[in-house]
């Protein structure tokens, strides 16, 4: 299994402190080194032992530091966490707010967009699928239709069929079963957007190059769209960037204010340790611009990408390290190879790579198209990613305890059982209903845009996977929308 560094999106993790990070490699000394610093903090409501208790966590990423490329925390394997079977299909787990930063049609950083998300629980029956295309061509995706007209999203009470290739044991293959899915649809940009919180067994092993070590706890995933699915057709898009700043708020209910269904139960009085392990995006030419947004990857650039027309004499979207005809006088050309994708979305804006050609294929996910990569296969010939491993203290209690472990009684309650051999094999209990978001509305219905127009849960808290090779479009953390540069990878 590679590593699936592709913008998944976001999430929160719980960690109060500044990351210390180990910078990309080689910067040119004419240049700002790369940065990545962000920081994270998180309070808990009730910190009663055994008290259902709701977290909000922030995140934050300062302008001008490279995007993450993975975040991935751990909620301790001595907190209660209620497996999704035992909660009711539907059920609002929790919400996300974030303020991103878009680069849109081609141009620079300039867009600022508030993203909001309502989560639901949804089904974990990883046999009755739905997928992302519009296969019924409804002009909706199929995750955002409701073909049986229950007020849910088919990605409630459906399991998304990309998260079963994303997500497979490195060594037998085997399709990982989370315990606990979150998810979310919202429109961006016109666009019906999928968020999801997957949360899994402690020492389950995401990825090689993520810690598993069963010690650390339940390590939790978000997804983005369908980011990471190895069936992914790249096509273009009207969002090219997904930049810095980035903040994000993530409310997780640790239980129903109405129904009293629970989600979350606090361990006995100790102090708690949430461990998280964080990534940030190459820089291959050491420019202090991650590849995903420098629009000369390869060669240190003149002006600054995230500001409108600065080292961008012609406005096409190439700096002038690498535009072999920026002139005000020789007109703009947004997509100077021809070849459907616009510069600044291109993963080869000087090599012809698109829906005609191997359509933005990259094989190392370094966001550097196969066709302009000297190294195609070697993700780290292009930059190395920023390493962050922070962690932070939770009291519960006095702070003082002797850390008793899940309490007995959420176990009855439906927790996961740290005894278990395997994850939950049935569908979350109750028959669905149509269920109402923060506002008190029924779900949305959300439709696509038509490709010719341009185109939280606590587990959220603590956990973030999302991926290099594109723009994202926001969300909390850092994960990707509609890719930039998401190279396919059969």
Known sequence: MQVRLRPLLSGVAVAAAL???????????????TTFNPTVSVAIEDPAPGANSSFTAKLAIPNGDVNFAAFIAFIPQEWGVITGDHIPLGAAVGQLDA????????????????????MQNGSLDRSDTVEFADTDDSNTADYADDLDGNGFFDAVDKYPAWLNRIFKDDVTG?????????????PVAGIPVILQFLIFAPGTQIDPAIPHDKALGFPSVTVLQNIGDTETTPAP???????TPLDTVNISNGKDATTGDKFFVNPGDGTYKFN????????ADGDSYENSLDTCALKANVGNPRITG????????????????????????????GDGYQNRQDNCPLDANGEEQDNQKDDDQDTIGNACDPAPTDANAQGQYSVATPSSEVVIGTGNGGKTGTPADCLADGC??????????????GSPTASTGASGSPTPKVTAVPPDDGGSDSGTIIAIVVGVAAAVIVIGGGAALLMRRRGSTP
């Open 19 to 33: 990351m210390a990070v180990m910078l990309l490699g080689g910067a040119d000394s004419a240049h700002a080194a």
């Open 99 to 118: 303020q991103s930063v878009l680069g849109l049609a081609n141009g620079a950083c300039s867009t600022t967009l508030p993203v909001h998300f309502d």
């Open 174 to 186: 085997e399709v990982l079963q989370p315990i606990r899915r979150s998810i979310g649809i919202t």
């Open 237 to 243: 898009s009207i969002i090219n960037d997904f930049c």
């Open 276 to 283: 998280n392990f964080a990534l940030g995006q190459r820089d």
């Open 310 to 337: 600065d080292g961008d004499v012609d406005s096409d979207g190439l700096d002038q390290a690498c535009d072999p005809n920026d002139s005000a006088a020789g007109g703009t050309n947004s997509d100077e190879d």
């Open 416 to 429: 996961y059982d740290p005894n278990a051999t395997s994850g939950p094999t049935k569908t979350p209990g």
